[in-house]
């Protein structure tokens, strides 16, 4: 087992608790858009999660940063075959060998996926996005028409087998506007169970699908399997209508909607001067 | 099979790569086989089915080279250093012409790998429930499980004409051994009809027996055995030598000209007699660069019986 003392009750309790250690904690003004704040918002997502599949870019940063603070004993998994990983400089893309020397295991990608992620032992997909729309679907294949796509994105990855069977998937968006958060995605790359159950007589996958979206401007979440994607948080200085008036939908908005706590000055300085020294992430 | 397979690059490419086959070039961001696929640019074969999880720069290189008209893949793009423009050029613009894909997610082309090794008809996977891709992909398609849990997608199997992977050593025979990210070249050099190694060592078979389990591709499953050190360059070989990430970088405003991308195969491909010419040009300062400190796994006792 590992150290999660912080049992997770559900919904976004968790983050607010895992920074308030005192009442005269420093905080940063980095901006909401900026790596830095996205970063920390992600990582405190961690807290209290035993298992994490971890993709590259802001990903990176928050599971460094989460396993620094809110959770250290959170085991991090890679598609490449990686379990256990505890590199000793920041990995630039899930192959790099700084995963690899010092990991707990390293598995065929056959047990990786097959045994690990549909065995049901990741508790949380860790999923970057060019759309997430209103019930939790992502693309990352095609921007337009896929016959003649006006943008060819990455396509799947690992992602679609990712969605399928992790416990849930959080993904972080760099931008927040109607096009990255439209009603419907243009291709769905990576379904919610809502669209997957729409497949009559299929074996349903057992993953919840995206619970939480993390965009320059909130956070929205998903907490019913069967549900859409609400207004849960908005960062300092953005208001209600600015997120909702940048979403692509009628987006429901919580009763209880709260204020991101913005990242403590020691979030920053370790993302800045021991994680991301080179700045590969943090642009 | 018995006897030394070892021989030169030249010889094994031009011996087992023919215009219009099929080519698996496995290695999951680590032991890419970039100087087989150099070799393949050289000898300028054309027409080429690609088969990679992840395309990386190499089959960036290799379109612009003119060698691949087909592409089977998972994902597009080079992992950290964001897009392959080549392949976008291709897919979007269909400039200098169309590239045919065949699209899959990572596990799915894994399965596709399994069954070709297995001779299986097809492998079931858990993914796609909802998906767009397998209507992209008619290749992608269900059946209904005979134990009553509902359909499952299944993924037909991969069985290419040759699989090229390199390795950190190999004997001569061509017992091949790798450690670190293992990705798919088990099952992709056991669902082909010939199989390429090349490897930064060719070492004493003693040294393979002393530790068996390494082993994930044996003798009776490799045609030839190539000693190429450097040969996962600009990626990385575990323990040997570190991927070079600038040159990955550098890659990105190369390709998005096609001008400079031709004209970069030109200087260091054909330009260059062979892979210790490459990694001539490249010159000493860089590899110092990607040298890594030793980390030697200490070592398991296998036991031998008494008496």
């Known amino acids: ?283 | 099979m018995t006897g030394s397979k070892v021989t030169t690059l030249a010889e094994a490419v031009a011996a087992h790569v023919r215009d219009g086959m099929t080519v698996a070039l496995e290695g999951f961001g680590h032991l890419i086989p970039f100087a087989a696929g150099h070799e393949i640019i050289r000898q300028r074969r054309r027409d080429l089915t690609m088969c990679r999880m992840t395309p990386d720069i190499l089959t960036d290189q290799l379109l612009v080279a003119g060698c691949v008209s087909r592409l089977v893949a998972s994902f597009f793009a080079s992992g950290s250093a964001g897009s392959l423009y080549e392949i976008r050029r291709r897919v979007e613009q269909h400039d200098p012409a169309p590239l045919e894909t065949e699209e899959y997610s990572h596990y799915g082309m894994y399965c596709r790998y399994e069954a070709g090794a297995k001779r299986l008809p097809f492998q079931p996977l858990l993914s796609y429930v909802g998906s767009d891709l397998p209507a992209l992909n008619p290749r992608i398609r269900s059946v209904e499980s005979p134990y009553g849990e509902g359909r499952v997608y299944v993924v037909p199997p991969l069985n290419p004409d040759v699989t090229i992977v390199h390795a950190q050593r190999a004997d001569a025979n061509g017992n091949t051994q790798l450690w670190g990210i293992t990705g798919a070249q088990a099952p992709a050099a056991y669902a082909a009809s010939a199989v390429i190694v090349t490897v930064e060592e060719v070492v004493a078979p003693e040294t393979v027996r002393a530790d068996p389990n390494r082993t994930l591709i044996p003798a009776h499953a490799v045609d030839a055995v190539v000693e190429v050190p450097g040969g996962a360059h600009p990626s990385y070989a575990q323990g040997c030598y570190d991927r070079d990430s600038a040159f990955y970088r550098e890659w990105t405003p190369i390709s998005r000209d096609r001008e400079r991308a031709l004209a970069w195969i030109d200087e260091w491909i054909h330009g260059t007699a062979d892979h210790a010419g490459y990694l001539a040009k490249l010159g000493e300062q860089r590899w110092d660069g990607l040298r890594v400190a030793p980390a030697p796994s200490g070592s398991v006792s296998y036991g031998r019986r008494q008496g």
């Open chain 1, 1 to 283: 087992m590992t150290a999660d003392s912080s049992a997770r009750v559900g919904g976004s309790s968790t983050a607010d608790a895992a920074i308030t250690e005192g009442v005269t904690v420093d905080v940063s003004e980095v901006p909401p858009h900026s790596a830095e704040f996205l970063a920390t918002v992600a990582a405190r997502e961690l807290a209290g999660r035993h298992r994490v599949f971890a993709g590259v870019g802001l990903p990176t940063l928050a599971v460094d940063l989460a396993k620094r603070t809110v959770n250290p004993g959170v085991e991090l998994v890679y598609e490449s075959g990686v379990v256990g990983a505890h590199p000793e400089a920041m990995a630039e893309g899930i192959a790099d060998s700084v995963l690899v020397s010092g990991s707990e295991a390293m598995l065929s990608m056959d047990a990786l996926f097959g045994y690990v992620l549909q065995g049901g032992y990741v508790d949380v997909g860790f999923l970057g996005a060019a759309q997430v729309d209103r019930i939790g679907n992502i693309n990352t294949s095609v921007i337009g028409d896929w016959r003649r796509p006006e943008v060819r994105l990455p396509g799947s990855g690992g992602a679609s087998d990712i969605i399928a069977s992790a416990r849930e998937i959080v993904v972080v968006l760099r931008r927040h506007d109607p096009a990255a958060l439209p009603e419907e995605v243009d291709f769905c790359t990576s379904p919610s169970p809502v669209r997957a159950r729409r497949q009559d007589g299929f074996h349903q996958p057992q993953g919840a699908g995206v619970t939480t979206v993390i965009t320059p401007l909130g956070v929205l979440r998903r907490p019913d399997r069967d549900g859409e994607l609400e207004l849960a948080a908005v960062h300092p200085g953005v208001t209600v209508a600015e997120v909702t008036g940048n979403t692509g939908w009628d987006l429901r908005v919580r009763g209880d909607v709260a204020e991101t706590p913005r990242p403590r000055t020691e979030d920053v300085r370790l993302l800045r001067e021991e994680i991301d020294t080179v700045r590969l992430y943090l642009r």
